[in-house]
Every structure is written in structure tokens, then in C-alpha cells.
């Protein structure tokens, strides 16, 4: 692995990576890994295929997301002629994305926290992308019930959807099923896309127009690890979240 920069930000250190074999570009914030893209700007990380695989099946033209990393997903949206709009706190991810991760100059980057964003934006989307962290852990405020009733002011009614990265430990981990539990209290129809039985694990939760969605396939292959990307995603499965409560409650859990 070779270190292609290095930058001190008021929000964590940033490292470029580069892997000497295949060439792909890794962005690591805080030691933490959070992008990695072929030397063409498509991802080489199998949930931001899988969700990429889902907007494609949802038909979406007009997408937000919140958070950047290497913009790999906005990348490859742009590319098939989806209007996009990322919003992350840190200016500097914006510039390490366009100079080293293929992030068109065309996609639309705006400065700001992500509540703050939809607070002031009134445009509503498509689909609004949640893949915002601070180190390991999503932000409180962006996982606050509070955020998620936000986001469905700025979805189109009929056809709007949600997703976001969920970030798992490993099957006793119930952060997905808090936050598809929260989802629940705002959305009538929410799912949860996971690989059971896998450690460290990127989670999908999505509310909104998801009740027809099936598991997404492997559509923009990279021109390294296509197979690995592939064989990640016949993995997902959609199934029943469930947050334990106190005895004195019932549990709650949503169909899948």
C-alpha cells in the first residue's frame, strides 16, 4: 500500500491509499477505511454496488447524499445521467474525491452538516442516501427519529425512499434494528437488506417506496475484484428486524 497524501482537517486525519496490485484508490479517515474506487472512479465496496443496484431498480433521478468519503457512489450515479447533490461537513473531502477518486466536477457538493442541509433545502428527492460516520458511529443527530421525519419532508411523496449504511459489529450488534425501529415510527413500509453471520458488516436500512425491491445485483463492474463484489451481494438477504425491549413491552419487529 502506498500513500499518496495525507491531510489534517478540523474533522480528522485524511489518508489517500493506493494498492500497489490492483491500483484502487482507498480513502481513510480517522484509521477508519471509508471509500475505495478502481483507477476509474467505480467502487470496489460491495454495499455501495448494493446500494447503487437498489436506486437503479427504484428508477430514481434525482439523489441526495449525505456524507462523501471518495463520492464513488455519486460517481457512478452521474455516470448513468442521475442528477446528484452530496452535502458533507468537511470541504476537503470534496477535493480529495474530484483529485483522486474520479468525482465529477458536475455533481453538486455543498459544505454542511447534513440536518442543517435539510433544514434549509426544500427540494425534494428521489432518494436521500445516508452515509455519513464520525470514525465507527453515524452521528447521533443523523440517526435521531427527529432526522429521519426531516428526510420525509424532502422526499417526493409517492416515490421517495431512504437508505442508509448501517454499520454492524457482528449478529448481536442491533444497531440496524434500532434505527429501522425509529424508521418504523416515521414510514409505514421499512426493510433491512443484511448478511447474517458476517462480522464487521455494512447494513442497509430503506424506507419509502421499497415494498417491491428484491436484492440487488452487481451492475457497473469494477476492473478489479468484480467476482469478490459479486459473490458479497448473492450473500444480502432482506429479513425481519427486531430491538429487544424491556420484558414489561412487546417487541417490536417489521416484516421483511
Not at 108 to 116: E, L, P, V
Not at 212 to 227: F, I, K, T, Y
Request: hydrophobic share 40%; aromatic share 8%.
Amino acid at each position: 500500500m502506498i500513500r499518496v497524501a495525507k491531510y489534517h482537517t478540523d474533522f480528522g486525519n485524511i489518508e489517500v491509499l493506493r494498492a500497489k496490485d490492483s491500483g484502487s484508490f482507498i480513502y481513510r479517515q480517522g484509521g477508519c477505511y471509508q471509500s475505495e474506487c478502481d483507477p476509474n472512479g467505480i467502487s470496489v465496496v460491495p454495499y455501495i454496488h448494493a446500494i447503487f443496484g437498489l436506486l437503479a431498480q427504484a428508477e430514481v433521478s434525482d439523489v441526495l447524499m449525505i456524507g462523501c468519503g471518495g463520492g464513488s457512489l455519486g460517481t457512478m450515479l452521474d455516470r448513468v445521467g442521475v442528477r446528484v447533490t452530496i452535502v458533507d461537513i468537511n470541504p476537503k473531502a470534496f477535493q480529495i474525491a474530484q483529485q483522486y477518486f474520479g468525482l465529477p466536477r458536475g455533481v453538486h457538493c455543498c459544505t454542511s452538516d447534513g440536518r442543517d442541509f435539510l433544514r434549509a433545502d426544500r427540494h425534494r428527492y428521489d432518494a436521500i442516501v445516508l452515509d455519513a460516520y464520525s470514525g465507527r458511529r453515524i452521528p447521533d443527530h443523523l440517526c435521531a427519529e427527529t432526522f429521519f421525519g426531516l428526510a420525509q419532508t424532502r422526499l417526493k411523496n409517492s416515490s421517495g425512499m431512504l437508505i442508509g449504511n448501517v454499520h454492524a459489529r457482528h449478529d448481536l450488534d442491533t444497531m440496524p434494528d434500532r434505527v429501522a425501529a425509529k424508521l418504523s415510527n416515521i414510514w409505514a413500509n421499512v426493510r433491512l437488506l443484511d448478511t447474517r453471520g458476517a462480522s464487521d458488516r455494512n447494513a442497509l436500512v430503506m424506507a419509502g417506496k421499497v415494498r417491491d425491491l428484491v436484492r440487488p445485483m452487481l451492475l457497473v463492474p469494477p476492473s478489479v475484484g468484480a467476482d469478490e463484489i459479486a459473490h458479497e451481494l448473492s450473500l444480502l438477504a432482506f429479513r425481519p428486524w427486531h430491538v429487544p425491549r424491556p420484558a414489561a413491552q412487546s417487541a417490536g419487529q417489521g416484516a421483511s
